[in-house]
């Protein structure tokens, strides 16, 4: 065959890799792109396949429905792969790649540094190129920045920003009487950064009595063994770890400290799920706090008919990472395309702002001022399959998270210094 050029090989992957299930639909337009900028390959692959499988599922039930409904007719949504390989180089490159491709609406979340490249890149190209404008989806690039002080009116966040997890954390972590020294360690970035520095600020409000015997940063994605770590940990005399660590910096952690002999909490941003309970076993019963918006165990019947579902789509045990944030964020971007009658960036955005959905019984709905979603958030602890509480385990390991902590959308929203520029 003859040679592609890069971006026509991006799109080739993109196209090949997509199940046929998410554009099939009655809808009878021209599909609508969404473009998956994400590792999809490297240290942070299963990430991003992660976060792949998430989307396709959002998409493939807004297309079941018939597609967005818009006034030239309705139109499935089709979601595009391009592969940032941990990179923000690669990340801009595939941006470029994905706005030649005719793409209006550009997601991605699992890396802060990488969405702050893309958001300084996409409102540059918005004005140099009003005709082609784009907007960004952003469900799990969390440092506060982005919708503080770097907000901007072409990025919409779907997660919960570090501060607001580390509140959730705190609700916790405070009645916690027996802890008295913590140990601090995340990854070296602006993600990183932001969760220590909280928590250096939440502790000395909340918990003076807690001494912090460690506190440090790591590269990103390059430590292959933390067994050094693990031993500064246990020697400290820490009774808790709090980190926000995730992919395989929070496996690799864990997994080490548990080959060290650690028995302390750890309070997480992100140890639900992508091999942390496996990794923990029997030692992480008790001793593993995660927060996040949603938990398959949240005790509702619509929480479980949610889960179920995605299980039903995807029955490998090794794929069960399933998030309601981006089911919301999917679903809100479809809402506000008919708002607009539109895909078009611009009436799309504004649309964007005045979001408020539902789904299995969650809700949240968007914030107009900084564009930082804002919902309910949860606190679980680890324990086995099948103990009071724990109808679901995560990755067929036997081990699940107890909801023991639900707050709401208004306590756990905070305020923002964000000073909005719109078009």
Not at 154 to 180: P, S, T, Y
Not at 361 to 380: K, N
Not at 387 to 397: C, K, L, Q, T, Y
Request: charged share 20%.
């Amino acid at each position: 065959m003859p040679s592609l050029s890069r971006r026509q090989a991006v799109r080739a992957c993109s196209l090949a890799l997509l199940p046929l299930s998410a554009t099939t639909t009655s809808a009878q337009g021209a599909p609508t792109k969404l473009a998956l900028i994400e590792s999809l390959s490297g240290s942070f692959a299963n990430t991003g396949e992660a976060v792949f499988r998430n989307l396709l599922w959002a998409t493939e039930r807004v297309n079941a429905r018939g597609g967005v409904k818009l006034p030239g007719g309705a139109r499935p949504l089709q979601l595009l792969r391009y592969d940032s390989k941990g990179s923000n180089e690669e990340a801009l490159s595939a941006l470029r790649a994905a706005i030649d491709d005719g793409v209006h609406f550009v997601l991605q979340g699992n890396s802060s540094a990488t969405a702050a490249a893309l958001i300084e890149a996409i409102s540059k190209h918005n004005q140099r190129e009003p005709g082609r404008r784009v907007v960004f989806l952003n469900y799990s690039a969390v440092d506060p920045l982005l919708t503080n002080e770097r907000c901007n009116f072409w990025h919409f966040r779907f997660d919960a920003h570090a501060d607001m997890r580390m509140a959730a954390l705190m609700e916790v972590l405070r009645e916690d009487k027996a802890l008295q020294r913590a140990y601090l360690i995340g990854q070296d970035y602006s993600f990183g950064q932001a969760v220590l520095r909280e928590a250096r600020r939440q502790l000395s409000a909340q918990r003076p009595d807690v001494t912090i015997v460690g506190d440090e940063l790591h590269p990103v994605g390059r430590v292959k063994d933390f067994a050094p770590y693990a031993v500064k940990i246990k020697a400290s005399g820490a009774q808790a770890v709090i980190t926000g660590n995730w992919g395989n910096d929070l496996t690799l952690l864990v997994k080490a400290a548990r080959e060290v002999g650690y028995d302390g909490m750890f309070y997480t941003f992100y140890g639900n799920a992508l091999g942390a309970p496996a990794a923990l076993g029997e030692a992480g019963v008790g001793k593993v706090v995660a927060v996040a918006d949603w938990l398959p165990n949240l005790p509702t019947e619509g929480s479980a008919a949610f889960y179920r579902a995605f299980r039903e789509r995807f029955p490998k045990p090794q794929d069960d990472y399933v998030h309601m944030r981006m089911q919301l964020m999917i679903e809100a971007l479809a809402q506000a395309m008919e708002k607009a009658a539109s895909t078009d960036a611009l009436p799309v955005a504004r649309a964007l702002e005045g979001a408020s959905v539902s789904l299995y019984g969650q809700a949240g709905a968007m914030r107009a001022a900084d564009h930082q979603f804002q919902q309910s958030l949860v606190v679980g602890v680890m324990d086995r399959l099948g103990a009071p509480g724990v109808r679901f385990d995560v990755e067929g390991s036997g081990y699940g998270f107890r909801v023991v902590r639900q707050i709401t959308a208004e306590k756990a929203a905070q305020p923002t210094t964000c000073q909005m520029q719109r078009p």
